[in-house]
């Protein structure tokens, strides 16, 4: 009897480290296999030719800073969107809203998550971008704005769902505790319940920027494409290309092991990089603020 | 030529039960590509095979034959309420490598130009630069204006032309849809004219400037069910189906 036990106690602990060990095991294998592939490049290419403004592979032009520049305004306008109405909603639903109400948004805004962006990319091209056209007056509503406010969109979902729920593990004591210190409902959330879920609510933004940055489909429909130069605050009024819309418009077609198959791989390596900047950001953020809190509780 | 490849596959197959064809899109390029890593038996194209990808082919042990299967023109396209219908080869090259930028320089209204385009992985795309763009020299490197909308499928530049006063865009004649129909450009070759617009009649009498040929490549010299599917592509029941899908049938 306990000769079983322990036999099955083996094999689960075996099952569940192998499952722990095997997400690493992924990371690693899909980083090294990125830098085989996408590495050549730079023998390929000269850095100097990376790093110049005029992509169109066809012609050997490999200028990859468009992409770049096209990816970050997206990105950094997507979350210009997606931060305040996701943790404002986030507030709203756990601090807020009657019970009932929090029961009915909740599921409501996680459908909104479960959409497919090639939908949200179709509203994008007939809804959104004709409207950004003649409201705002441009030449073409194809432009790196209608990409951020869609990305905005996909993000809040995310971003508030995972953010609810940490406010949501906030003890009520602490509520409790802040109320009755004399602090107002505004006070309280703002001084006390966010400071206490900021590593959970930290979590959430990291998703949803994650799901911003890796966002393809509904980009590629609605930003235009066109790889020009975005460094003018003015050029969220313009069409942009992004690295995942490169990627994914590009990679069908090139021949195995061409000089552009490489850079579009290298490509896919700083994309990789720059999530990884990200989350190792967020979480030493994370972990900072856990070892203050900590010190101040002992 | 994908809707072309997959009327000519749905029509063989409902009148040879035994064969079953499937059709694949993507553009030219990555049907080329297909056929040189050997995952297909015919890559169809709307431009001729590279020498580059023939090389790549032959490295990897497979001769390409080329069939020439249907011919086609390219439209170029502007908003219904725009009041320009002609424009040169010079001025459409002007345009789409930035150098003409308002409607103005080429007869029309005060507005910017938006200029749409194609991805680069389009057969399309790359005949447009030679053929419009470049002027059909090799020696030019004119480039597209980095500012062009390089649109993933045929259907987003016909919708985004719909409703855009500032668009011009181009496409394969069997690809406009009927509203856009009568806002296609007359192209000239020089200034002085003749303004051509785009018909079955006027590409097969060769005087409508930006015409071209659709091929099928095969992996060798095609046999058995490959070698009967290609026979009956230049059968005139297949040709009439080029028609209907506002292609041009080659002459017999």
Redesign the interface.
Known sequence: MKRTLNWRETIITAIIKTCGYSAVVFVLLIFFFLLREGVPALAEVKLGDLLT??W????S?FGIL?LLTGSLIVTVGAMLIAIPFGIGTAVFLSEIAPRWLREVLKPLVELLGGLPSVVLGFLG??VLS?FL?VFLDL????TALAGALLLGGIAVPTTVSIAEDALDAVPLSYREGALALGATKWQTIWRVTLPAARSGVLTALMLGIGRTIGETMAV??VT??????AVKLTSIF??V?TMTATIA??M?????NSTHYHVLFFIGLVLFLISLAVNITASSLVFKSKKRAERVLS | MVNLALAWAERYQSGHPDISISVTG??S??GI?SL??GTVDVANASRAMTAD?KK?AEANGITPVEFTVARDAIAVIVNPQNPVRRLTLQQISDIYSGKINNWSEVGGDR??I?RLSR???SGTH?YFLQMVIRLGDSKN?T??S???????SSE?II??LR??L??IGYDGLGYVPPDLMDSLIAVGREAGGPYVIPSIATVNDNSYPVARDLYMYTAGEPVGAVKDYLAWILSAEAQTIVADLGFVPIKP
């Open positions: 403004k005029r169109y592979p066809i012609e032009h468009p091209i007939l004709p056209r030449p073409t509503g194809l590629m429909m235009g494409n066109a790889p020009v130069l313009s069409p290309r418009a590009e069908g077609e090139v021949a195995n | 993507g553009g390029g990555t590509a040189v890593n990808e790549q507005r910017p938006v991805e680069t992985n790359v490197t480039l597209f980095t500012d062009t909308l390089l649109l993933p987003g919708n985004e409703q855009n500032n668009a």
